[in-house]
């Protein structure tokens, strides 16, 4: 190797186009120094020490929430930017009309030129990792080059980090390199130093992947989509793409496994796009005596045809990522129980007492807090005190309801797969699909209001195609096209698909469904449909309870709620329909012939109904 710089391997290390590529971004970078993380105890400690020394992080309380930090981000740096997130395949029409699309060679340049001595004066840190368990046959490992401690912390809670994740990489290992810079060196191109501030980054961004190649390059933000690149870099973007490759699912979904009275055991994954309760479903508290939930995963699934022919899946992360507003004793008191200890929180407000407060979490505000932006706060500020997108960064196995299976290498046999948005009106509160088939098109045509729609008209909906829309790596109309060949590969096998909305509302404008832990009430019909034991009708949108058939016992449902839950107005769904057709329309000649049939007979059935 011709670089200046040692590269410091360590002895395991003998996989040549790993050593040659991190020799290459090390002369392009041009660190101080370079250190391979072994994801110890002892590192942790020291990188800790150094980010609260340097004044990055606050520790928290030690009493109240030991081995837990605050870090505040810079204001402009604060969520994923997605009109600078670029699938950068050959061709253009690979990326689809759902993408920022870049030709891979001028994306390339662009980035050479960027990251020429992005590095100067900072430590490059090389970071293993595994996505899923260690070897398992699911799993895959990458390792992401990066000059923030702060990722590396973030990193070592959200995946299997360091040397045991290394040592799966052996000569003939197939691996993904991912390079993150916050794009603010401590030494300019003639010499000069430049100051450090908490949080570095830079104005220009780009979160850039590169399917064929499998590379993800990361330029200019801390936050965590952007700079974890496990996350949605590699877990969902290029983890689609190397699912369409190799005959496997990379999916936005939490798993969770239920148990039912008699002690029989289901596992569902469930899509829903941001801001639907994902977090919440994955750590639900199931109302209905008898029932048992327990977490697996709450935000991506990966799932592969596996024994007797079956779909098994894995949650591939180690850690939640989660929103904390809007997340309290009152909502998910799993989640709030899982933060005891071990948390970065970024972006949240800091107590009097050294422990954190965002909004939700309690009904009432403290009397004084230090908002997300280090300034004194008080509910009179008229300003929020957390950013709306605060996080915390927490081991999923601190949660209460974590499942065995979590471990589980070859992933947990998946029963059901649902699909929710956010619909005030049109879909029902549960309803299976005539098929996997028609499953595909409830994933495809799922979607969110953007406001609430005035009773009986369709409002202007939010497109969120499998909740996958700004994450899938490649053409969405195939990946709809691939999930269609995995129905076909699965056969009789192939899990149930239903599609559930919590959020229908009423003339008044009032939601219809208490949600929350009345919820499981869904999942167990859900189950039951599994077993073939709960009776049904066939409606024009898919297969819903017939009456008596869903399980209210111990609820109060106001008169004729149920009756507006389930009910389906054709007017207004081939109205819907219409909307479908003009979204299907931007995939051109690319959209698989099945959909089109798919909602050709939904418009049928709708007319017939009507
Ligand atoms: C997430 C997201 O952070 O979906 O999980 O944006
Ligand atoms: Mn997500």
Not at 285 to 313: S, V
Not at 345 to 367: H, Q, R
């Amino acid at each position: 190797m011709k670089t200046a710089i040692d590269l410091n391997a360590p002895e395991m290390v003998t996989n040549r186009a790993l050593l040659h590529w991190l020799s290459d971004i090390v002369e392009l970078t041009k660190p101080a120094d370079i250190r391979w993380c072994n994801g110890s105890q002892a590192e942790w400690y020291e990188l800790t020490r150094q980010l609260i020394d340097q004044g990055v992080m606050t520790q928290l309380n030690p009493e109240l929430r030991p081995d837990s930090f605050l870090v505040r981000s810079d204001p402009d740096d604060v969520a994923r930017v997605e009109d600078r997130t670029f699938i950068c395949s050959v061709n253009e029409a690979d990326a689809g009309p759902t993408n920022n699309w870049r030709d891979p060679d001028q994306m390339i340049d662009k980035l050479r030129e960027l990251f020429d001595g992005c590095m100067r004066g900072r430590t490059m840190y090389v970071v293993p990792f595994s996505m899923g368990p260690l070897g398992g046959p699911i799993s895959q490992v990458g390792i992401q080059l990066t000059d923030s401690p702060y990722a590396v912390l973030n990193m070592r809670i959200m995946t299997r980090m360091g040397d045991d994740a290394l040592r799966q990489i052996d000569d003939d290992t197939n691996w993904v390199p991912a390079v993150h810079s916050v794009g603010m060196p401590l030494i300019d191109a003639v010499g000069n130093t430049i100051d450090d501030v908490p949080w570095p980054c830079n104005t220009t961004k780009y979160i850039c992947h590169f399917p064929e190649s499998r590379e993800i390059w990361s330029y200019g933000s801390g936050y965590g989509g952007n700079a974890l690149l496990s996350k949605k870099c590699f877990a969902l973007r290029i983890g689609s793409f190397m699912g369409k490759q190799e005959g496997w699912l990379a999916e936005h979904m939490l798993i969770l496994k239920l148990t039912n009275p008699v002690g029989k055991v289901f596992h569902v994954a469930a899509a829903f796009p941001s801001a639907c309760g994902k977090t919440n479903l994955a750590m639900i508290t199931p109302t209905i005596p008898g029932w048992k939930a327990e977490t697996i995963g709450d935000d991506i699934a990966w799932l592969r045809p596996g024994k007797g022919g079956r779909l098994f899946a894995i949650n591939p992360e180690a850690g939640f990522f989660g929103v904390a507003p809007g997340t309290g004793y009152a909502t998910n008191e799993v989640a709030m129980d899982t933060l005891w200890g071990n948390t970065i929180f970024t972006n949240v407000a800091l107590t009097d007492d050294g422990d954190v407060w965002w909004e939700g979490m309690t009904d009432k505000a403290p009397d004084h807090l230090i908002d997300w932006r280090g300034d004194d706060w008080t509910p009179s500020s008229g300003r929020p005190a957390a950013h709306p997108n605060a996080r915390f960064t927490v081991p999923v196995e601190q949660c209460p309801t974590l499942s065995d299976d979590w471990f589980e290498s070859a992933g947990v046999p998946i029963d059901a797969i649902i699909f929710g948005g956010r619909r005030a009106t049109n879909v029902p509160l549960v309803a299976e699909a005539f098929d996997w088939k028609h499953g595909v098109f409830l994933g495809a045509t799922m979607s969110s209001e953007q406001t609430a729609a005035a009773e009986g008209t369709v409002g202007a909906l939010r497109r969120d195609p499998f909740a996958m829309l700004p994450f899938c790596g490649y053409n969405m109309a195939d990946y709809w096209g691939h999930w269609l060949s995995m129905g076909k590969s699965l056969g009789k096998n192939a899990p149930k698909i239903f599609q559930v909305n919590w959020f229908r509302k009423d003339d008044n404008g009032k939601f219809l469904w208490p949600g929350f832990g009345e919820n499981s009430r869904v999942l167990e019909w859900i189950c039951r449909r599994v077993e073939g034991t709960a009776k049904t009708y066939e409606a024009a949108i898919g297969i819903v309870p017939a009456r008596g058939s869903f399980n209210l016992e111990g609820i109060e449902m106001p008169r004729g709620a149920m009756m507006k839950l389930f009910n389906v107005n054709p007017p207004s769904w081939l109205d819907e329909c219409d909307q479908t057709e003009e979204f299907f329309s931007t995939f051109g000649d690319r959209l698989p012939v099945e959909m089109t049939k798919q909602l050709g007979a939904l418009r049928r059935r709708l007319k017939k109904a009507a």
